[in-house]
């Protein structure tokens, strides 16, 4: 004897709720689901095997139940590194708890491309798209909002658009308490080490450099500061060794583990005779010859929120706060220790 398929009303009787608020869970709405309910529900699925028709969904819906996700680095592969993980991480756990699956779209050249998003809305492959990397042009993301795709940027913002959604980390604000945490410690000759302007993030991490000297009542010294005209990954040696000749007691980067190779390459030592604080902390951070003092971005919850904006703009949901920035915490690890003990005052 064949033994029947579960149906909806097996889950809910598992679950104990209603078969509209199963069919809510599924369908991620129209009626609203607390996060215990749902979970309720989603366990109740899982024990009895019970998979909802999706191809029927889909019809119904005209939806294709999957979000994609765009990576642009600025390296020549963007999955290659660990970097990334956590930000999927966090998206995949958002898009499972609404019943959405995450595609992929890695290709270097492609995701740099205009045409290739025009190509995406085309193709009705996704639902929508998150948007993470350095190098994806601000004019394709800015027509994906003009046309009313649904759009999601992550660690990035557009400012100059009036249409856009981005959840992203506070830059200025990590790098303002980064510059805080040194002076604090007795240094004073802070440089930076940053990255191009045409980027928000560039912008940003300068602005909370220059108010953290501010705060300190320390003048800005232009020698101490490098920012490359272009964009670029790592800081070459030369201009690390260019920032160098200005006696800097301390330096800020967000390439924390290539500053410390060229450190050692021009043979300095961390933190004896320079400290080293990360804007962007690195997955081996803490586990290099000396840990590094860095600042952490909340990778996992910027994937999540932006997943979570994303299916409410696809489900026609209001989002009530299109731009999201959200706090970084600054780990102090052995890079960056006291220059001045506490209670000490430094001689100007």
Known sequence: MTKRAP???????????????????INNGPRPVTAETREKVLRAMEALEYHPNVSAR?????????IGLAL???????FASSYFLEYIRG??????SRGYNVMLFTSHRQVQSKSFYRWVVRSKLVDGLLLLGSSIPDESIIELWERSIPAVLIARSVPTSNKGYWVTQDYAESTQRAVQHLVERGYRRIAFLGQALQFSYGRERLEGYLKGLSEADIPFDQSLVSIPPAPRDDPT????NQVLQANPDAILTDRELAVLAALRSLSKRV????????????????????????VCPPKFEM??????????????????????????????????????????????
Do not use: W
């Open 72 to 78: 642009a680095g600025l390296g020549e592969s963007n």
């Open 237 to 240: 040696v030369e201009e690390i």
């Open 7 to 25: 149906a909806i009303r097996d889950v809910a009787r598992l679950a104990g709720v209603s078969v509209a608020t199963v069919s809510y869970v």
């Open 271 to 294: 933190p004896n005779d320079v400290a080293l604080v990360g804007l962007d902390e690195s997955e081996s951070a803490a586990f290099t010859e000396v840990p590094l003092t860095s």
């Open 303 to 348: 994937g999540a929120q932006a997943a979570e904006m994303l299916i409410k703009l696809i489900s026609g949901e209001e989002v009530t706060t299109p731009h999201v920035a959200l706090p970084s915490q600054l780990n102090i690890r052995q890079s960056s220790p006291f220059k001045v003990k506490p209670g000490e005052t430094q001689a100007p």
């Open 91 to 96: 998206i995949s756990y958002a898009a499972e």
């Open 58 to 66: 889909r019809l119904a819906k005209r939806q294709t139940l999957c």
